[in-house]
């Protein structure tokens, strides 16, 4: 199994990969480099920032994804736009997500966004959400 990590996963995928006795990860990027100037992309939309993104895949990464069981690491999943994109672009990449792990769960929109996909979804710890009682 291979691991894949979105851009501020990437410090937890390193070290779930090395827990687990792996040494493959691949890193799937936000933001431009020189390297991926021919990457797969898919465009995604989150709560930080606002304006829409892309997510980026090496193509030299596709060979180990492709036809390969992956589990996604990411630290935090709130909204699900980044979430949903890295999912998308992963099947773009013929691989087969078995898993999703994140630390932490924020708010309960990345359900809604996710769909079926939500039972992949394994959460260490759920943010909780606080609302104004009495106008308080």
Known sequence: MHWIAATLGILLAIEVTRALGLDSYVVLQKSPKLYLCDALAQEISSITPAEAQKLLLDRRALPLLAGNRILLVDDVVVSGGSLNGALALLRK???????????????????????????????????????PVDGV
Not at 96 to 122: N, P, Q
């Open 93 to 131: 990449a013929e691989a087969e997500i078995v898993g999703v792990s994140t630390v932490l769960t924020g708010a309960h929109e990345w359900k809604t966004k996710l769909g079926r996909d939500v039972a992949l979804v394994l959460g260490l710890a759920h943010i909780p959400q606080f609302r």
